[in-house]
């Protein structure tokens, strides 16, 4: 029996136009919307507000970090990244407070500078298209659609893209210029790519000579529990497979330190980082190597910033714990979900046709929900199931009260759905 079939036998819609009645009147106001990190966890950065202080800014290299220069960041904070994503420090560069921005940068500098080993700039191709393995990052595809590039989507197995798929439209498709990729705790399915989807990605024949993987490494310390789900270094698999400047890694401390405030990386193989430098010095005289500093002063090491990330799991486990609590309690049978080993989102899929719906209702009921669709290309999700939740910033007792009202319109739109059969 089919997930809608078997989720209809166990809703009555009577029952559940009641339970929504009392929800709406309660007059709730929560928000499950965003992967924002709390208030408590930004206070776990509080320190990084005085560092490095007023005395304290020159560098190990002995660069006043307080003036112009230096594009490539500080090589102390790129050192300590470097460490944590597997990349050496040269290859990695420090920049600005956001990855996204790094991303849409990087994008405009394709389209407009030939990257290594590209016949042409992107702008000047007939029609450029990216793969976008779905349900995946919406400001990914945001981005994408702003630059008129096309989106194809490509399904997700657990363990990554389905890469029969990707290998299959690579191939012969010179258009294709690029992949999404959040390869590890995924936004919002939480899967970590396998090694062979790694190697797969690494060293499949692409008809276009200037085909990047972009790597959004978001959450490579994010981990929920104390299996710490390795991810293969892609930059080497695409070394070792011949592609060294396949990959373009992005990654930010946003949900390290302060979402705002953070400093973002881009990692890639010399050429590539050449390439970025070269463009990125008519961009900017240099980056915020102050705030550089106060990372680097802030974390000590590598280790340093592990031991934060835990501190970090320990005020993210009991929201997720919530979600789930409330989900098996109120909806085994009737929808699934991920149960993710780190990052920010839990990925609910209820039965085809009813995430629009649940959505809709939960709005009525004063609980904001991400828009039905909006982890697809287009805002598209073809069968209208996938629900993102992100229980990182309410209280754990709103995100427990926040999921017994987002079961109550799960219940409601199944029921409603049977009964318009
Ligand atoms: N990439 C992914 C996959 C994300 O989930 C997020 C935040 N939701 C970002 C990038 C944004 O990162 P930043 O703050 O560094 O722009």
Redesign the pocket.
């Known amino acids: 029996m089919s997930l809608s079939a078997a989720a209809q036998d166990l809703v009555d819609l009577e029952s559940a136009r009641k339970e929504y009645a009392t929800l709406r009147d309660a007059g709730l106001k929560l928000d499950l919307t965003r992967?924002k990190p709390s208030p408590e966890q930004l206070d776990l950065s509080a320190a990084i507000l005085s560092l490095p202080g007023a005395n304290d800014y020159v560098s190990a290299e002995g660069i006043d970090t307080r003036n112009y220069g230096g594009v490539e960041g500080l090589i102390e904070i790129r050192e300590i990244f470097g460490k944590l994503l597997g990349i050496p420090a040269q290859q990695l560069l420090a920049a600005g407070n956001?990855?996204?921005?790094l991303m849409h940068d990087v994008l405009v500098h394709a389209l407009l500078t030939p990257v290594p080993g590209a016949e042409r700039r992107w702008v000047d191709e007939e029609e450029v298209v990216f793969l976008c393995p779905s349900p995946g990052?919406d400001?990914h595809f945001a981005l994408t659609e702003r630059f008129g590039i096309r989106m194809v989507p490509v399904a997700l197995t657990g363990e990554g893209p389905d890469m029969d798929e990707v290998e299959r439209l690579v191939a012969s498709d010179a258009r294709i210029k690029a992949i999404w990729c959040?390869p590890k705790y995924s936004?919002p399915t939480g899967e970590t790519y396998s090694d062979e989807v790694v190697r797969r990605l690494a060293a499949m024949p692409t008809a276009a000579p200037d085909f990047r993987i972009l790597w959004?490494n978001?959450y490579a310390v994010h981990d929920l529990t104390d299996e710490q789900v390795p991810l293969l270094n892609v930059l080497e698999a695409c070394a070792e497979a011949g592609n060294p400047d396949r990959v373009f890694v992005f990654a930010?401390t946003?949900k390290i330190t302060l979402?705002g405030a953070?400093v973002?990386f881009f990692g890639s193989s010399a050429a590539n980082v050449a390439w970025l430098n070269k463009v990125l010095v008519k961009q900017t005289i240099g980056p915020d190597k102050v705030n550089h500093l106060r990372h680097v002063r802030f974390f000590g090491d590598a280790d340093g910033v592990l031991a934060h990330m835990q501190k970090h799991r320990a005020l993210l486990e009991p929201r997720f714990e919530a979600v789930y609590e409330v989900l098996e309690a109120e909806l085994t049978g009737i929808a699934t979900w991920t149960r993710p080993k780190g990052g920010?989102f839990v990925s609910l899929e209820v039965p085809d046709g009813c995430a629009a719906e649940v959505v809709r209702l939960a709005k009525e009921a004063g609980i904001a929900l991400t828009p039905a669709g909006s982890a697809f290309p287009y805002g598209k999700d073809p069968r209208d199931h996938q629900i993102r939740l992100a229980p990182s910033f309410p209280s754990v007792d709103e995100v427990r009260e926040a999921m017994r009202a987002v079961a109550v319109c799960v219940k409601l739109a199944v029921a409603e759905q049977a009964a318009a059969k």
Do not use: Q
């Open positions: 992967g956001a990855s996204l921005n990052y400001r959040v936004n959004d978001a930010s946003s979402a953070g973002a920010y």
